[in-house]
């Protein structure tokens, strides 16, 4: 083991790396129940294996500190659903009589490395997930925790200075996600004042646009119906209404012979979609280009437009907003949340303001001008993430 090295380093160090495993560097604890200890607000936060996922924003709290944990100690969940993102996720801890360790979560004192640098190499580790069978759950025995190898640098100063260096780049992570959701929080609070009317534009010659106009839903929108009788060998695109707003997206392409549902209707771009069984948890959206000519089954509704009244990226806008999200739900039969059926015919009853088609588009553009700069951050996001993965391959042997 005496040529183990990293690939990238800093030049200042060369000696080789040393094989050790995490009992040989650490000492182990084990946390302990709190059940009876929770309470809304105390002195001491528990450190649970949602505090631990959420970087500890997600928090519950007791008056007592059950089991202890100090600044330096690295906090480990030892327990998570299959394929779950918990299961060895760490947690550094900085500060004295602030926590009380949870059961199921471990705590993990270094004897003489840096705390950070080794938090950086235990997180996440390809040893402990290998335990994660995909089928049931994993627990972590101590033994297993303990056997884990690790190979480390032997000088604290190049422990620090990876750490330091690993560090600016997380800090420039956690940067770019306050950005994006201060901004996604920016655009949330002006399209609430956008569609209340407390924000408006004027035209190009610096005039105010006409008053909004109530219409109801079937004066702005025409639902179509446009059947398709499939052949069993033709290909045939279908696709899904994600929810939370999240778009129409493609199931995949199957043979006619393959699509259960006979009962099918082809797809036009720009026609907005509505998944009757899912309305209620915003599964509606705009088909894209990408996506005409494929196909729907009568468990959805397609509308179209009245363009001389209706920009339909405008509707996509305002069907995300509480009004129009009480409308799906008031509009749908069901006992349970997860099986209500929207009544369409009852919904086209439902009135609505709306500003002008030339405001409509005014509203859109402005929308879809931050929608690009929060695309720009995400795209920043994933960069960064993507060269702290490589770095951290590269770094640790």
Known sequence: MDNLKPKLRFKQFSKPY???????????????????????????EIVNSKFISSGGEVKKYSEEQICPVFSGDILMVMSD??????LAKTYLVKANDKYTLNQR???????????VYLNYLINRNTYFLRFDSGVSQTNLRKEEVLNCPLVISNEIEEQKKIAAFLF???????LLKEKHNLLSQYKEGVMQKLFKQEIRFKDENGDSFTSWQEFKV???????????KMKDESDYELITVRRRNGGVDS?????????????QFELKKNQFVISKRQIVHGACGIVPDELEGAIVSNEYNVFEPVSSLLD?????????TKYMKRSYFINSDGVH????????????????????????????GFIESIDKKLQAINEQIEHTETLKKGLLQQMFV
């Not at 659903?81 to 918990?86: C, R, S």
């Not at 079937?218 to 398709?228: A, E, F, M, Q, R």
């Open 218 to 228: 079937s004066d702005v929108l025409n639902l179509v119906l446009n059947p398709l």
């Open 168 to 174: 600016t780049i997380d800090n420039r992570i956690s």
């Open 18 to 44: 040393i094989q050790k495993k995490l009992g040989d560097v650490t000492a182990f604890k084990n946390g302990k129940g709190h059940e009876q200890f929770v309470v809304p607000t105390g002195k001491y």
């Open 251 to 263: 199931r995949g392409i199957y043979k006619g012979k393959e699509v259960l549902v006979k009962t």
């Open 81 to 86: 659903v299959p394929k779950g993102k918990a």
């Open 105 to 115: 979560i471990c705590s993990l004192t270094p004897y003489n490395d840096y705390p």
């Open 337 to 364: 949340i997860e099986k209500l059926l929207f009544k369409t015919q009852s919904w086209l009853k439902t009135k609505v303001s709306i500003p002008s088609v030339e405001e409509q588009q005014k509203i859109v």
């Open 312 to 320: 339909i990226k405008f509707f996509n806008l305002f069907s995300q």
